[in-house]
C-alpha cells in the first residue's frame, strides 16, 4: 500500500530562515505528488505538484520542491520564510481514488 | 464565488443521532472526494465519486454514506453518530478522476459529538 512520512511533525524558524520539509514516499510505479497547506482556520490549498518533467518544481508563495525519484522524497524548500507562512503543510501522492496524506508538519515562524 | 463549499461550518450533536453534512462545488467539476481530518490533524480519504462509480475507502465504517443528487454535490449523511467521528471533514472535487489531478478543498465541517 502506499504511504506518506512526513517526518517533521513541529517546525519552528525564525523569519528569513531556510526551509526544507522532509516528505518520502512508497509506492513502486508512477507517482504524481503533491503539497497542500493548510493555514490557520483555513481549508486545505495547492502550493505545488509534480507529475512529470522537471523535476524541481516551484510553487505559489515562493515555494518549490524537488522529486527525486533514487530517494523516493519530494521534500519543499523556500529560501527565506516568512511570519505569514505559520501554517500545516501536508505531502501527498495522487491515486484515482483520492488522495493520500503524510500526517503534517506544524511549521511556525517567529517574527 | 465560492469554488466548494459546505454547511454547516460546525455541528454539535448528541451521541445515536443522524445527521448530514451538504457540499457543493460550482466548478463544473467530474469527482467529489470527502476526508476527515482528526485531531491530530491526520486527513484520511472516505469516498471518491463521480457519475459512475463511488469508491469507499474500506476503513470507512458503514454508518457514513454520500449521496449525491446531481453532479454539483455530494452530501455525507452519519448515521448513529459515535463519539470517534468528531473531527474536520472536508469535501474536495476535481476535474476528472485520476492520481495527477489537483483537488479544491471546501472550508471543512467540524463536528463535535457528545
Known amino acids: 500500500a502506499q504511504s506518506v512520512s512526513q517526518h517533521n511533525h513541529h517546525v519552528i524558524l525564525s523569519e528569513a530562515a531556510s526551509l526544507e520539509l522532509g516528505c518520502n514516499y512508497s509506492y513502486g510505479g508512477t507517482v504524481n505528488l503533491f503539497w497542500y497547506v493548510q493555514y490557520p482556520g483555513q481549508h486545505l490549498q495547492l502550493l505545488l505538484k509534480?507529475?512529470?518533467?522537471?523535476?524541481l518544481v516551484k510553487g505559489i508563495k515562493g515555494f518549490e520542491a524537488e522529486f527525486i525519484k533514487s530517494k523516493f522524497s519530494f521534500n519543499l524548500r523556500k529560501p527565506s520564510v516568512q511570519w505569514s507562512d505559520t501554517a500545516e503543510y501536508f505531502c501527498?501522492?495522487?491515486?484515482?481514488?483520492?488522495?493520500?496524506f503524510g500526517k503534517g508538519t506544524h511549521l511556525i515562524i517567529q517574527p | 464565488d465560492t469554488a466548494v463549499s459546505q454547511t454547516p461550518k460546525y455541528l454539535v450533536t448528541q451521541m445515536g443521532n443522524d445527521k448530514s453534512i451538504k457540499c457543493e462545488q460550482n466548478?463544473?467539476?467530474?469527482?467529489m472526494y470527502w476526508y476527515k481530518q482528526d485531531s491530530k490533524k491526520f486527513l484520511k480519504i472516505m469516498f471518491s465519486y463521480n457519475n459512475k462509480e463511488l469508491i469507499i475507502n474500506e476503513t470507512v465504517p458503514n454508518r457514513f454514506s454520500p449521496k449525491s443528487p446531481d453532479k454539483a454535490h455530494l452530501n455525507l449523511h452519519i448515521n448513529s453518530l459515535e463519539l470517534g467521528d468528531s473531527a474536520v471533514y472536508f469535501c474536495a472535487s476535481s476535474h476528472l478522476t485520476g492520481s495527477a489531478e489537483t483537488q479544491y478543498f471546501g472550508p471543512g465541517t467540524r463536528l463535535l459529538v457528545l
Open positions: 466548478l463544473g467539476h467530474d469527482t
Open positions: 501527498a501522492v495522487g491515486k484515482a481514488d483520492g488522495l493520500t
Open positions: 509534480y507529475f512529470s518533467g522537471d523535476p
